[in-house]
Structures are given as C-alpha cells and as structure tokens.
C-alpha cells in the first residue's frame, strides 16, 4: 500500500522568487514571491486575467519565466530537461512536483489504470507489476477501482478529472499544483473532484489550487492568495483574507461570492 506525503517538520518544498513573464509585450506577471512548506495547502484566488494560472505553470516550469526563479528545496530550476550540482533539471522537478490541468488530458485510447500507470512506467522506469499496484491503489483513492478497465469516453466528466488526479499523485510527488480542476465540468460533478482534494489536504499532500471556489478555499486551505493585475495583492489565512480583507479591490472581489 502507498502512502501520501505526511506534513512532517515544516519544510520549504517549492518556492518562487521575483516571477516575471510576458507574452509578447503584454506583461501577465510582475516579481511574484511565495514559497510552499511540506503539508501546506496554499489557494490562490483572483479575478480572471490577473496572472493565476500563469504563475502556477510557472511553479511547474510549464511557462518559463522572463526573470526570477524556482527553487525545489533548495535547488533552482533551469529550463533544461538536466540539471547538475546544485541546479536542477525539469526532468527531476516533475518528477516531485505534480499538476493537474483544467481540461484532463486523458489518452483516449488508453483504459483508466493505463494512464495512469503511464508516468511510473515510461518516466520513472518502475516495473510493470510495481507501477500497477501503485496506480490501483490511488484509482481506489479516488473511488474508481471498479473503473480501471473503462475508456476516457465511458467516464462522466468528474471522473475524468479523478483519474488525472489519480495519473498524478502515481508519480508519488512531494507537491500537486491544481489549475482550476472544477472549471470544465458541469456544477452537479464539482463535488465528487473537491471531496478527493478535500481528502488529499487531511491526509497531508502539499498543494498549491487555483480556484475560484471560494468557500472550499476557506475549508481546505492553511493561506489563500489573491492576485491581481499579475501581482499578489494580499495573502494570509483563510479567515483573514475571506473574511476580514485589508485590499479594496479584493473586498469588491469577495463581495460577488457573498451576495
């Protein structure tokens, strides 16, 4: 049986430093800091366009950075798939750092447990047999063992979005970045995917969440961050940031899920 990450003694996992990007002369992100410790839950909120999603590709070197850098304990990444010394490669960091996108990028052709024994097999090399206990072991996780057969096609939308769940933490990362994983689907499905992220957060998993669901990120999360205009505006606790807002444009943000 594979277990999750425990929270342990509060390390620094993943952290960003003075982030910039721009696409074209159009600038998304301006000097983002933030850091995540193991065990942390860390949600970042905001308005559509103000960088979020951006920065959390960035965490993951999806997007590379115009300047400032990403550091996995300690190691800073480069734009390579090796690293070496004290550097480190994007191989490497995705193979501690998993994501989740807003669309679920399943193989179509492939049943459940064959994608999400892909990763462990191909990039991880881990013997067929290995990597399917692994990967059954999550798929029960999220509540799909009686699926493991089935074809993306034959899945609601939901439980696509629990396999690519499941896809990722196979790869047994330190961290999970979650992109908006709710955003596609119907509103009647966006339960059963939060109660797997609600799980993931009581058993320890270190995660980063773009969300717009509001009320799970007071729930769920140890800091919510808002952004805005690609900048963090103000972060702190659930209660803090939520409930008792310092920023303006932040208060006119929250006041729309109130109402």
């Keep these: 049986m594979?277990?999750?990450?425990?929270?342990?003694?509060?390390?620094?996992v993943l952290e960003a430093r003075a982030i910039t990007k721009s696409f074209g002369a159009f600038p998304v992100l301006h000097g983002i800091?933030?850091?995540l410790t193991s065990g942390e839950v860390v949600a970042i909120i905001g308005p559509s366009g103000s960088g979020k999603s951006t920065f959390i590709r960035c965490m993951n070197m999806?997007?590379?950075?115009?300047?400032?850098?990403?550091?996995?304990?300690?190691?800073?990444?480069?734009p390579k798939f090796r690293g070496d010394g004290q550097l480190l490669g994007l191989g490497e960091l995705r193979r501690h750092v998993g994501m989740v996108f807003q669309h679920f990028n399943l193989f179509p052709h492939m049943s459940?447990?064959?994608?999400?024994?892909?990763?462990?097999?191909?990039?991880?090399?881990?013997?067929?047999g290995e990597a399917v206990d692994i990967a059954m072991d999550y798929i029960a996780k999220v509540g799909l063992a009686e699926k493991r057969d089935a074809r993306p096609d034959q899945l609601s939308g939901g439980q696509k979005q629990r396999v690519a769940i499941a896809r990722a933490l196979a790869m047994q990362p330190d961290a999970l970045l979650l992109d908006e994983i709710t955003s596609a689907l119907d509103p009647e499905l966006v339960g059963e995917v939060l109660g797997v992220v609600r799980s993931l957060a009581e058993q320890g998993m270190t995660m980063v969440l773009v969300t717009h669901e509001i009320s799970f990120a007071a729930d769920v999360s140890d800091r919510v961050v808002f952004m805005?205009?690609?900048?963090?505006a103000e972060q702190g606790s659930p209660d803090h940031v939520l409930h008792a807002p310092d920023n303006e444009r932040l208060k006119s943000f929250l006041a729309r899920f109130h109402a």
């Design 228 to 232: 805005e205009d690609g900048r963090i």
């Design 112 to 128: 459940v447990l064959e994608n999400v024994i892909e990763g462990p097999v191909t990039v991880q090399r881990k013997p067929r």
């Design 33 to 35: 800091d933030l850091s």
């Design 62 to 78: 999806l997007e590379v950075p115009d300047s400032g850098e990403i550091l996995y304990r300690g190691r800073r990444v480069v």
């Design 2 to 12: 594979t277990t999750l990450p425990t929270s342990g003694a509060r390390e620094t």
